[in-house]
């Protein structure tokens, strides 16, 4: 069982409310930019981009598919990506005619993204963009474009709304920063 996240959460850092509003304001966007441009395809990076996709296509007004796809980082530290990504589940369809949108929680060395973004290039789609929940740009290793940002975050671990502490607490409807101390202690 996991510990409680009260006893090493160290602050809330976007209540349910600001992230409600922000994604509200990221559907409209982009509603706005692919009206009348063809096929919309909202490709989702398992897992933590589910709760984000979720509400996003919710406040999507024009139609849209959507997918999803796993990566996973190769010898990675606990929070560290190695920068080496390997596909663990590919999408079911054809992107070469699609409007792609990948739906991400977060970048942070950008390596995940980057790797994606080359994979899918491959494929030939009609366009190509990244929109991110969070942006953790400090930690940034490699360049990423990232056309929609939900909110660029200080250099801290955050968790809820999708993003997980060993895989626990995606379920939470705020985004938490964690006081790696307090969660080491056991
Ligand atoms: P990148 O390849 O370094 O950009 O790592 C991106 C992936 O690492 C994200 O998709 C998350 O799954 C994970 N990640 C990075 N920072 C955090 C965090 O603060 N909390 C939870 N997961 C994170
Ligand atoms: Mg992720």
């Avoid at 400090?138 to 502490?165: A, K, M, Q």
Wanted: glycine share 6%.
């Amino acid at each position: 069982m996991p510990r409680d996240y009260r006893t090493f959460m160290k602050n809330i850092l976007i209540p349910e409310e600001e992230l409600q509003a922000r994604v509200t304001e990221l559907g409209a966007q982009i509603s706005h930019d692919y009206r009348d441009k063809g096929r919309l395809l909202l490709l989702c990076i398992l897992r933590g981009g589910v709760v984000f996709l979720t509400d996003l296509m919710r406040k999507i007004h024009i139609p849209h598919e959507i997918e999803f796809m796993a990566v996973s980082s190769y010898g990675t530290g606990v929070y560290q990506s190695s920068g080496q990504v390997r596909l663990t589940l590919d999408l079911r369809t054809s992107i070469e005619d699609a409007n792609v949108i990948l739906v991400e929680d977060i970048i942070d060395s950008g390596h995940t993204i980057a790797s994606v973004l080359a994979m899918l290039s491959e494929r030939h789609p009609k366009s190509l963009a990244v929109c991110a929940l969070l942006d953790k740009a400090e930690r940034r290793e490699v360049f990423v474009p990232i056309r929609y940002v939900g909110f660029s975050i200080p250099n801290e671990f955050v968790f809820g709304y999708g993003l997980d502490i060993d895989e626990y607490y995606r379920n939470l409807p705020f985004i938490g920063t964690v006081d790696l101390e307090k969660f080491k202690t056991p």
